[in-house]
Nanobody, 125 residues
Framework: VQLQASGGGLVQPGGSLRHSCAAP????????IGWFRQAPGKEREFVAG????????DYADSVKGRCTISRDNAKNTVNLRMNSLKPEDTAVYYC???????????????????WGQGTLVTVSS
């Protein structure tokens, strides 16, 4: 299963961006979706996660208050909205699927089963 991520681009500091993650062929009732990012020269880190059916969410401290993760049932996608973007948000962003019974490990990428391709976000003036 290959998740399909979209929404990267060039954004000015203070701007907003929305990412989407589609999961064709995956029954999201049994999964949580997480977003991770990897900045140049850094390790990949957790950004946000959502359980599909329970509507429970979690966020990294670095994005809390600036970021909203949500689901679109009609499109079977998960969206990640980021506001007040900063240069340090520059990274390649990935979405991934985690079995919902592993929700306690939502911040640990090694527990994720399926990944999408990365999308580059550059925050620069």
């Amino acid at each position: 299963v290959q998740l399909q991520a979209s929404g990267g681009g060039l954004v000015q500091p203070g701007g907003s961006l929305r990412h989407s993650c589609a999961a064709p062929g995956l029954n999201l009732d049994y999964y949580a979706i997480g977003w991770f990012r990897q900045a140049p020269g850094k390790e990949r880190e957790f950004v946000a996660g959502i359980i599909w059916s329970g509507d429970i969410t979690d966020y990294a401290d670095s994005v809390k208050g600036r970021c909203t993760i949500s689901r679109d049932n009609a499109k079977n996608t998960v969206n990640l909205r980021m506001n007040s973007l900063k240069p340090e948000d520059t990274a390649v962003y990935y979405c991934a699927a985690l079995r919902r019974y592993n929700w306690r490990n939502v911040k640990e990428q090694k527990f994720y089963h399926y990944w999408g391709q990365g999308t580059l976000v550059t925050v620069s003036s």
